[in-house]
Nanobody, 126 residues
Framework: QVQLVESGGGSVQAGGSLRLSCAGS??????MAWFRQAPGKEREGVAV????????YYADSVKGRFTISQDNANKTLYLQMNSLKPEDSAIYYC?????????????????????WGQGTQVTVSS
């Protein structure tokens, strides 16, 4: 019964910023993540958060530039993207899976999420 609805994608110039949102029902004890897929490339995990434990993990390619977060009610997942680069261009997906602080990172790295959003396009031009 989990539904994820994404918004916030668009086109920006290199160095610009975007904030993606993924709305759904309240989540408790869930791993919440962002993935992306560019044309001709495999799906890549971007970031994951476990609200209950407060742990976050980021792909090396986005560390220091992107921030994953949730609102206080755990109803909306966000991805703040700063200092965007052309290689960040992709379709971005939010994803969720029941989990714990101890297994979120493993599930994220393996792409083992149970629920997926529809995706939102991000295009970064040089």
């Amino acid at each position: 019964q989990v539904q994820l609805v994404e918004s916030g994608g668009g086109s920006v110039q290199a160095g610009g910023s975007l904030r993606l949102s993924c709305a759904g029902s309240g989540f408790s004890s869930y791993c919440m993540a962002w993935f992306r897929q560019a044309p001709g490339k495999e799906r890549e995990g971007v970031a994951v958060i476990y609200s209950g434990g407060g742990s976050t993990y980021y792909a090396d390619s986005v560390k220091g530039r992107f921030t994953i977060s949730q609102d206080n009610a755990n109803k909306t997942l966000y991805l703040q993207m700063n200092s965007l680069k052309p290689e960040d261009s992709a379709i971005y997906y939010c994803a969720a899976r029941p989990g714990s602080d101890g297994n979120c990172y493993y599930l994220f790295r393996k792409g083992r999420m149970d629920y997926w959003g529809q995706g939102t396009q991000v295009t970064v031009s040089s």
